[in-house]
């Protein structure tokens, strides 16, 4: 009898030891750090370009072979966004088990100087760029999670804290631009000696302006602070980190116009460009209510 009681004392409450299913709500804050774009393209160099360049003219042997990948970077400041979400779920005791649909987005909009990272990209800009800025506009995110959450509750207590780690998949869409603009005055053009195609390269534009999407394994860790209103509600705030494992990276996509010509140099294939990051995490501040079924 003794054994008995002594584990009547020290379990939960009859109610907890019963699965109870849950729906919730969230809205909130979401804080996403410096973005860095990483971008590539398999572009010429413009003297081989044939449609602006025809007859190869002032050509060597550098349009014999493809040249390697080229290389860009724009980097973005942190931003501030909104987060919301929706929950289901079950408890058991002090244990809660939930799936979690979460929506993310921050407004960038902080287009900065391109930064060239190779030898055929630096040589155009060099020759005649006048303007390369680009980076990312919107960026979204859609994401299901499965949550295991521990509720730390005091004896008569209306407070609850918790603590969870959650694992889950997120669709991350980048709203991406990226521009080169070649110089007005031929004059100061020096990728060709011949003053017809200087002329003709002028004021010419390169410009890639998509929403580019990936899918990524993402994983996350929260903690807060939940205050029971009645029986079944609860509302509460709540910290979350999450994070992309792996990179974004982004399907080959073809500039919009490529010297203000359509994304091909006039060598049998398209132009197409890549971008990658690694800057998909953030954290989240987030006020939630949820009501016991």
């Given at each position: ?110 287009y900065a100087p391109t930064r060239i990272g190779d030898a055929v990209t630096a040589q155009k800009a060099d020759q005649e760029l006048e303007t ?35 694992a889950g998949v997120q669709r991350v869409a980048i709203d991406y631009f990226s521009l080169w603009k070649r110089n007005h005055d031929p004059n ?82 398209r132009i197409l460009y890549t971008v990658e990051t690694r800057d998909t995490s953030a954290f989240t501040m987030i006020l939630s209510l949820r009501?016991?079924?």
């Amino acid at each position: 009898m003794t054994r008995w009681i002594w584990l009547a004392a020290l379990a939960p409450g009859a109610g907890d030891l019963t699965a109870q299913p849950y729906v919730g709500s969230q809205l909130g804050l979401a804080l996403t750090p410096a973005l860095r774009l990483v971008a590539t393209d398999n572009d010429w160099g413009t003297r081989c370009d044939l449609l602006i360049n025809p007859e190869g003219l002032e050509t060597g042997t550098e349009c014999d072979m493809p040249p390697p990948p080229t290389e860009w970077t724009n980097e973005s400041g942190h931003a501030t966004g909104i987060t919301a979400g929706l929950t289901a779920g079950y408890r058991f005791g002090r244990y809660r088990v939930e799936v979690e649909y979460r929506y993310r987005a921050a407004p960038y909009h902080d287009y900065a100087p391109t930064r060239i990272g190779d030898a055929v990209t630096a040589q155009k800009a060099d020759q005649e760029l006048e303007t390369a800025v680009g980076g990312a506009g919107d960026v979204t995110l859609h994401g299901v999670f499965t949550n295991l959450a521990v509720d730390f509750r005091p004896a008569n207590r209306r407070l609850t804290s918790h603590v969870g780690v959650g694992a889950g998949v997120q669709r991350v869409a980048i709203d991406y631009f990226s521009l080169w603009k070649r110089n007005h005055d031929p004059n100061r053009i020096t990728t060709f000696e011949d003053a017809g195609l200087r002329a003709k390269l002028a004021g010419t534009t390169t410009l890639g302006s998509a929403v580019l999407d990936d899918t990524m394994f993402s994983v996350q860790i929260l903690g807060g602070v939940d205050y029971r209103v009645a029986d079944r509600l609860t509302i509460g705030n709540t910290i979350r980190y999450a994070t992309g494992l792996g990179a974004f990276r982004s399907a080959a996509r073809e500039w919009d116009q490529l010297r203000s010509h359509d994304s091909t140099v006039g060598r049998g294939s398209r132009i197409l460009y890549t971008v990658e990051t690694r800057d998909t995490s953030a954290f989240t501040m987030i006020l939630s209510l949820r009501c016991g079924l």
